[in-house]
């Protein structure tokens, strides 16, 4: 391959370790010299592309690159993004070509979830639609946990330890003063239609005696008479009871417990607010005092008690990217998989992003219990290798210190970008 500049965006939701991912991109390209080029990243993610407003990464310093290992965020900044087919969103499609040609741009690493995937298998293929040769890589992440191709997705756990960690320590809180207080608390998670996430607060349980009690997975349709049955049984023989409940949560007929009104930029309802649903219906039909959290923004940008493995396979992607791109692979990602559960052994392989782009991996059936509300044995053998060890960062004044990245700006060579609305 002849040296040309890279690029690297973030896209769609951040993780308590996307940084880490770039950091790694960035110290495995420069690891590279004379070799290649520059490496500029995008703005805001691909809309920072359509505008040419592009960082220099050269400018960034290797401690302000430590201290990305540990900086929740996404520093370069981050968005949802969609792109249309060649024919229906052509302007779109040459004005990243132009942005990518102006800046001699062969190397695209795009660092995102899902959705992020479709967009990367796309633009692996704008040499056929524009003329501009571009390499292709798909870096992974996102706390959901539902990618296809890999074992598990960095930032997933991360996100799993908080709240397992979360959870244990709001359900001491509870039982502590459920003889005069609190007799039923309820946390939801994030998770569309998976509860990856639902069930990682069910390894705050060594056994079935301790909380959660309940766990109400995306996959299971919610019933609420066998709900507040539970919870009441549960309540008699404990004194409390203590709920997961993924914000994806269905009825019999796959409503969604909690749409909002509102709907997200693809048109899809914006969910949450499951929590005060259920505790509502706790509180009137049961009259017990009921409590609920969100764990919303806070399971996804945790860094102070991020996993030291997810730190690990967040890095590791980063590197592997780089490596494949060097080699000229395009239309690919790089996945973790696992080997073995005891000692937890995984290794980095190439995957195929057609394999990847619009599938979806949910909880497996094998992962929920018999019963339905709570995880199985297998499921705690692959959960619980993910959110081994820790990550300490550096504290100052009882804060902890994250990165200020220079941030300098790649001058602009193309007149200014006229939004069609498209995307």
């Known amino acids: 391959m002849r040296p040309c500049n890279a690029l690297y965006a973030q896209a769609g939701g951040v993780t308590?370790?996307?940084?880490?991912?770039?950091?790694?991109?960035?110290?495995?390209?420069?690891?590279?010299?004379?070799?290649v080029g520059a490496l500029y990243a995008a703005r805001g993610g691909m809309p920072g592309v359509l505008r040419e407003d592009l960082i220099d990464t050269t400018a960034e310093s290797d401690a302000t690159l430590s201290a990305l290992r540990h900086t929740p965020g996404g520093i370069f900044g981050s968005a949802r993004f969609r792109l249309g087919?060649?024919?229906e969103d052509r302007a779109t499609w040459s004005r990243i070509a132009s942005v990518l040609r102006a800046h001699d741009i062969g190397i695209l690493f795009y660092n995102g979830g899902n959705g992020s995937a479709v967009t990367a298998l796309q633009l692996a293929g704008l040499e056929q639609v524009c003329g501009h040769r571009l390499?292709?890589?798909?870096i992974p992440k996102t706390i959901d946990n539902d990618m296809?191709?890999?074992?598990?997705?960095?930032?997933?756990?991360?996100?799993?330890?908080?709240?397992?960690?979360?959870?244990r320590e709001a359900a001491a809180d509870v039982a502590s003063m459920a003889g005069t207080s609190t007799r039923v608390f309820i946390?939801?998670?994030?998770?569309?239609?998976?509860?990856?996430m639902v069930a990682a607060m069910g390894l705050a349980a060594n056994d079935r005696q301790q909380p959660p009690h309940l766990l109400l997975f995306a996959e299971r349709p919610f019933d609420p008479d066998d709900f507040l049955a539970r919870v009441s049984t549960t309540v008699a023989h404990h004194g409390y009871c203590v709920v997961g409940v993924s914000e994806g949560l269905r009825t019999a007929d796959g409503a969604f417990i909690s749409a909002l009104e509102a709907s997200g930029p693809g048109g899809e309802a914006q969910l949450g607010g499951v929590a005060p649903r259920l505790a509502a219906l706790v509180r009137d039909r049961l009259g017990l005092k009921c409590h609920w959290a969100t764990?919303?923004?806070?399971?996804?940008?945790?860094?102070?008690?991020a996993s030291a493995v997810d730190l690990a396979q967040a890095e590791a992607v980063g590197t592997a990217a780089v490596d494949f791109a060097i080699a000229g692979r395009?239309?690919?990602?790089?996945?973790?998989?696992?080997?073995?559960?005891?000692?937890?052994?995984?290794?980095?392989?190439?995957?195929?992003?057609?394999?990847?782009?619009?599938?979806?991996?949910?909880?497996?059936a094998e992962f929920i219990s018999p019963d339905g509300h709570h995880i199985s044995a297998a499921a705690r053998d692959y959960l619980l290798p993910l959110i081994?060890?820790?990550?300490?960062?550096?504290?100052?004044?009882g804060l902890p210190v994250h990165a200020a990245p220079a941030l300098v700006p790649v001058p602009c060579r193309l007149p200014p970008w006229q939004a069609t609305g498209k995307s």
């Open 295 to 305: 764990a919303d923004y806070l399971q996804r940008s945790a860094r102070h008690i």
């Open 16 to 35: 308590a370790v996307i940084n880490a991912t770039a950091a790694a991109v960035i110290r495995a390209w420069r690891a590279r010299g004379e070799a």
């Open 388 to 397: 081994q060890g820790e990550a300490p960062q550096r504290f100052e004044d």
């Open 187 to 196: 946390l939801e998670a994030m998770g569309r239609n998976s509860g990856w």
């Open 135 to 138: 390499a292709c890589v798909h």
């Open 148 to 167: 296809a191709g890999t074992d598990a997705s960095p930032g997933f756990g991360s996100a799993a330890k908080y709240l397992a960690v979360s959870l």
């Open 85 to 87: 087919e060649p024919e």
């Open 330 to 364: 395009n239309g690919v990602m790089p996945g973790i998989l696992r080997e073995c559960d005891a000692p937890y052994r995984w290794r980095i392989e190439a995957v195929a992003l057609h394999e990847v782009a619009g599938r979806e991996k949910r909880l497996p």
